[in-house]
């Protein structure tokens, strides 16, 4: 990582994702040659066939730099459609969709946040999909599709059964990017930058957009269930990327106090306030990963489903530690930090997100204090 | 614990603690009869002769109501004094102090803070203590010597070679409280209660008190090692009682949350902040927990030396966790949370401490952060 | 203040109210002598009648120390009936009870609170009073009624028009405390202690309890106009309080900082922690009266009901404030700031209950952003 | 502003400010035909003449918005140059500098932040001015020297007596920026962004520049008095600044919170955690406004120097407040706070830097506390 990866950072600076695309091939052959490819993925496809909480592991050290997860193949959204595809996806789809995913011949995104309709609120949605000979007929409007830009195909949440109750309304659904009626409008500037190819998020439209039924995926009604078996051991892996994001700011927030000046011969290291962020970095840090461990340990012990709870805690909680740990590190650079001469003003604009996506924080709360209530015998 | 424990709270209230002390007795003789007696005290001395690690999960049990470390005999500062009897006391000491001490007969005391000097800087102490004859002649000042009124010993932290370095300067003596020149100067009234007995804070002056000096522990100028000896897995039994109290006040304020109502026919459960303080505390008391553990598993791996950055991260850590806990459990009370109708305005009162003994956690951010920068080549 | 009135307080350390009072009232007397007696009371009352928010000023100054606002007859909940009895009092009334209030001959509480609502829903209560004869029958259970012992008389909220919409249900009855079914169950324990005659909080139970109509205070059904009349004015009084302690505690804290030291030589102020809080304090000290002075303002210009937001918002911030520098003045005590050497342990548990009285700060916030949200066009 | 500048926010998307200048250009012509250019400018030099008071408020409707100060020709770092100038400056100076600033004909810079050296350590610094023949003869380095990329002119800090003591060693020189050996290296690029012209932050070398002796302003050795005139009621404007942006923000906050819904019929702002933000935000912005007009008053009353606490206090405290404020508006946007569809995600990148310019918070905290424990008797 060091030697490889790391470096990347700065060659990147001012460069757009194109660009820096033969740079990230060369890396990516690197590791493949090194016998590190696709560490989650299974040996059947090319893989390292990583366990979960193996590649949890992984991702801790993968994420300390923005390119890590990329270069190994283990970058979102492609890792969580090479899970839903391994798991659910027809031996048709596997070949067709996974294999080159695995190999990194082609990328993918996943289209589910409505801008008509709260993220937060995984059950409102109001994309169709209607059957038509062999065919289902897509209509409707999603954003926040990440990577879409490039990708070779999405996949795409849906109401196929309106009438169904709430959690039985939407079904997954492959649609390639080059079907018509599949339209990406533009990549949505954030925190400042359009972004490009993978490095981008996406508003999408389908309008009479037909693919064949055998699209479907994993049956159909399932879509809310396959996007909780996708999200939920995916949160441990977020949240190990955060807590890599942290140790990497820490440790930025170390070097700096260990050799910077504030007068002749007086360490930016030996002022109080210095400490005490080290400090509470330290602990938060420590606990934070200790809590993700638990919780995936718990998936592992009872299923997702039963982890719900634990998965949620950790979800708001590290994303708070990591808010916090870059912020200290950001304010230890001084002016430095605001500058992209450091890593840390990535840290602090892209970490920004981790509060918001994949449920923001309020939610997650939410559900932890109704499931805890619900052991008192009420519904809150 | 919830029958014959949790009950003493509301029959002390409003009594002092010598008033206590038949009922008290009473629940402890209970607690023989059950084979709990003494649960960290070796077997030979009468107890269950439980590891350290295994203590440190019963602490969090006993600690969820103000009398239960008490009723197990497992209180502090006994418990301590009990573990350094064992570890550097001879036989004689043994028979005459720690025999007694185990089985429940007397209680003793721990006197090292001095007023005129902060407790934050343990090597910084004017109490002396000189040979004369088979003796040590005592002069000095303590205070917040925790349960002196009615301790049959003290062990006292006195200097003995004030020319020595820092950290060899000081000795632990044995001083039978009925020694001419130990004088229990009063009971410092702490948060408007002056207390009584084991419930109490004393203020101690030694005047040409003298002791044997078979009373020694441990060594001359080993007081300090003594202590760290003390004090550094002492820290992992404060942690986990403090996890007992969050715990206990989790519990009060789900129960509250999901009974109380606000209106009629609307839960006070139901409101999202109340829903974001059980979310949060769950998962800061998750955390700590882990990270309490972790950090007994280190003491038992390398030695509590070693683990010294270990035991002062839970150490501010945890009491921050306890605190807010605490503090927004009390708040889902309203007035009933200040009443003393719950244990929860005890916490609140008698946990504020946590934040200050043992070294306030300002010193301890301060101990980790410089132990980490030394790590990076300096002393800061 | 300095000469006569801070001395009191370690006068009074472990001691009953009842013991000062002798103490008290020689210092009462001197505040007359003096002329400085009642100052929010009319002149015809024999107060200084002053205004609104030059009495606001006063109570910055006599809240720095817990016996300040008694020594002056300026003390909760006497002047808050002083004002509605002045205001909302028949002649009859005032000269019975508002006469000997002000001249310090008689003590009064105000019973509104009841344990099986929510204090935080004002007009969610069961005490009832059916007219019988020339009289009221008040029937129901009331608690936190503060100083009911030792009053002369409570002024009750209690529903006379179960049927009327909310807000008109309730009426305030003056009910002198000898009256025939008027039972003071209680002292309530609060923190740790039970309280005496005005130091205290109690259990109130009325039952068949008969008073003559003409102690109706201001009209039937005009119970929730009075309470807010008072309570809203009321709020500044109690801010300014809460500004007292603050700076009482901000000087404490640093005294401390410029005496104490760490190690020979070494000031406690110079460590930067100590001088965060100092510097963090000092601000939202001033941030909060400034804020405090603009509400009060507010009221002047365009009434108590117009300005509610403005007074939720200094509800809720200044509680916040104080707590914070108290905690922080208690905190660079070391164990100290736990003893009742200084006052700051008073503090403390004393200031806890701010977050709670006369509506908890998360009502407050709710009514303040229902307010704004109305200016956007919704009821939220 | 409503009408013809906030507009200018999303045209100006993706745009790089070059491609903004003429767009600019235009609004600035409007400005001036509506009678309100250059509100803090002499009149005689074609501003409005405002009063120092007077233009804080005019900064807190400007900053909406982030040309608004621009367009005005308020603009940091131009306005403060022109304070300088004019205050300082020969009438030659005025005449070659000062009048086409404040016409708005050029732009300027203020080069005095070091990158060897914390820029919290003002009287730190390397670059020197030598006196040779008539000129001054500069060498040294400089960063983060804002809206240098397209300045006329240069004001920079430069030693000029290493011998004297710390405050009187360093002088300010106007530098043309074609002078020979003054060289732009770079735009440092910043969250994300090089940027451009008056959007940028340069690194800046100075070998062997000479510029003419009359270039000096305000005598030598003034450099650090005259940075201290600059930026004590400069810190005034920026916190007036960032109040404008958190009412912005808090606008934002609450019209999305009166018009998104979560659940079909369901407002984000019934949340409760939503109308904590709102309450909580609007309490700190009133707060701060007023903490900043009372400096500003204090200011008016005993000048910059003796207003120096004043000003450190309003430094961190509103840098905090905006901080908050705006992480809460963009966290209740969810993923549209993130993009650059609302100016939110604008002011979380950009109002970064607030905690760290001008001195970052830490140092004025200490400032303050030092200043107060003088108070106290000791130096800390």
Redesign the interface.
């Known amino acids: 990582m060091g030697r490889e990866v790391y470096p990347l950072e700065q060659e990147a600076?001012?460069k757009k994702f194109g660009e820096m695309i033969p740079r990230l091939e060369e890396t990516r052959q690197k590791v493949r040659e090194a016998g590190l490819w696709a560490p989650q993925v299974p040996t059947e496809y090319g893989g390292l066939g990583l366990g979960f909480m193996e590649h949890a592991l992984v991702c801790e050290q993968l994420a300390k730099t923005p390119y890590g997860m990329y270069v190994f193949n283990a970058q979102a959204p492609d890792a969580g459609n090479m899970e839903i595809l391994n798991e659910f996806g027809t031996e048709a789809q596997k070949e067709r969709w996974l294999r080159p995913l695995c190999a990194g011949e082609i990328r993918s995104c996943f289209a589910m946040?409505e801008?008509e309709h709260?993220?937060?609120?995984p059950v409102?949605m109001s994309t169709t999909a209607v059957k038509d000979g062999g065919n289902y007929v897509i209509n409707g409007h999603k954003?926040?599709t990440s990577a879409a830009d490039g990708a070779a195909f999405a996949v795409a949440m849906v109401v196929t059964d309106p009438d169904a109750p709430p959690h039985g309304r939407a079904s997954q659904i492959i649609v390639p990017t080059d079907t018509p009626g599949y339209r990406r409008v533009r990549n949505?500037?954030?925190?400042?930058?359009?972004g490009e190819d993978w490095d981008s998020?996406s508003e999408i439209t389908f309008e009479d957009c037909r693919v064949p039924q055998e699209n479907l995926l994993g049956g159909e009604g399932k879509g809310f269930a396959i996007a909780q078996a996708r999200l939920g051991p995916g949160r441990i892996h977020h949240c190990m990327r955060w807590i890599g994001i942290s140790e990497r700011s820490f440790d930025l927030m170390?070097?700096r106090?260990?050799?910077?000046?504030?007068?002749?011969g007086e360490?930016?290291?030996?002022?109080?306030?210095?400490?005490?962020w080290?400090?509470?970095s330290?602990?938060?840090i420590?606990?934070?990963r200790?809590?993700v461990h638990?919780a995936g340990w718990r998936i592992d012990q009872v299923g997702a489903k039963e982890a719900r709870?634990d998965v949620?805690?950790?979800k708001?909680?590290v994303a708070g530690v990591m808010s916090r740990v870059v912020d200290r590190a950001?304010?230890t650079h001084?002016?430095?930090?605001?500058?992209?001469?450091t890593v840390l003003?990535?840290f602090?604009?892209d970490g920004?997100?981790a509060?918001?996506?994949d449920g923001?924080?309020?939610v997650?709360?939410?559900?932890?204090?109704?499931r805890?209530?619900k052991?008192?015998?009420?519904e809150?």
Not at 188 to 194: A, P, Q
Not at 364 to 370: D, L, M, N, Q, Y
Request: net charge negative; glycine share 8%.
């Open positions: 600076r001012g946040t801008p709260a993220g937060s609120n409102w954003w926040f949505i500037s954030c925190m400042g930058d359009e998020h170390c070097q106090a260990a050799t910077r000046e504030t007068a002749p360490l930016l290291g030996s002022k109080q306030t210095i400490q005490n080290i400090a509470e330290r602990a938060e420590d606990a934070a200790l809590l638990h709870v949620s805690l950790i708001f909680f950001l304010q001084g002016a430095l930090g605001i500058s992209d001469d003003s990535f602090y604009r920004r997100a509060r918001i996506y923001p924080d309020e997650h709360k939410s559900v932890v204090a109704r805890i209530l052991g008192y015998g009420v809150a």
